[in-house]
């Protein structure tokens, strides 16, 4: 059971343009979510994150949505540089189910490519 | 501020055999977790030490097993190593919750 999906494997943009990376999640406590950028050969890097008390978060080019109700969340980048092509991972949490609070529950990732 | 640390970087074993990785979190970081990477799986959690105690540990089989020591470094070993078990494993530290965890290179581990 998929309880963090990433329905797009992969999308293309071009250079100045915005990259929208959509996430959804099934799991009604989660209540943490973080998006990751990873390169091959390396970990996952930190990008951003939103508490569930939020709809908005923003830093620089990043800005990550969360409509709570469609379980829905999304990543902006604006704008899309040639150095962000990665593999962008959604990540959520709960904060408030015992021991399932400790552990990340990751999408499948989604490659994005900006095209100079 | 060194990062979090995975050795080795990689490492073929064969089938049967037995490995152990190894992690190096952020100075200050007591919370280490680990990961097992793989194409059609993705990101998957393994289980997640504190204060040298398991907190949580996910839906692996027995054969994998960690620690963590008191100066948080922590090993992951895999015993009877299968095809299957091919992935990148990828080690976290993090400071306290709810923040971000900051992750290692990982290991590249090949069973052959």
């Known amino acids: 059971d998929q309880q963090v999906k990433q329905n797009s494997p992969s999308l293309s943009v071009q250079e100045g343009r915005i990259s929208i990376l959509n996430c959804d999640y099934t799991n009604s406590m989660f209540d943490y979510f973080l998006w990751y950028k990873k390169y091959p050969a390396e970990g996952p890097t930190f990008l951003i994150s939103i508490s569930s008390i939020k709809d908005k978060n923003e830093d620089g080019r990043f800005t990550v949505f969360l409509n709570k109700s469609a379980k829905h969340l999304s990543l902006h980048i604006v704008p899309s540089q040639p150095g962000d092509s990665a593999v962008y991972f959604c990540a959520a949490s709960a904060s408030n189910s015992g021991g399932s609070n400790y552990k990340l529950t990751f999408g499948k990732g989604t490659l994005l490519t900006v095209n100079p | 501020k060194a990062g979090v640390t995975q050795t080795p970087r990689y490492l073929i074993k064969t089938r049967g055999q037995q490995v152990t990785l190894s992690c190096s979190p952020i100075?200050?970081?007591?919370?280490v977790s680990w990961y097992q990477q793989t194409p059609g799986q993705g990101l998957q959690f393994l289980f997640e030490?504190?204060?040298?105690?398991?907190?949580n540990k996910g839906n692996f089989p027995g054969r994998f097993s960690g620690r963590q020591f008191s100066n948080s470094r922590s090993e992951m070993n895999v015993s009877t190593l299968e095809l299957g078990d091919s992935a990148l494993y990828l080690c976290?530290?993090?400071?306290?919750?709810?923040?971000?965890?900051?992750f290692g290179s990982g290991t590249r581990l090949t069973v052959v």
């Open positions: 030490y504190f204060s040298e105690t398991q907190r």
């Open positions: 100075s200050g970081h007591r919370s």
């Open positions: 976290a530290s993090r400071l306290k919750q709810p923040y971000g965890y900051t």
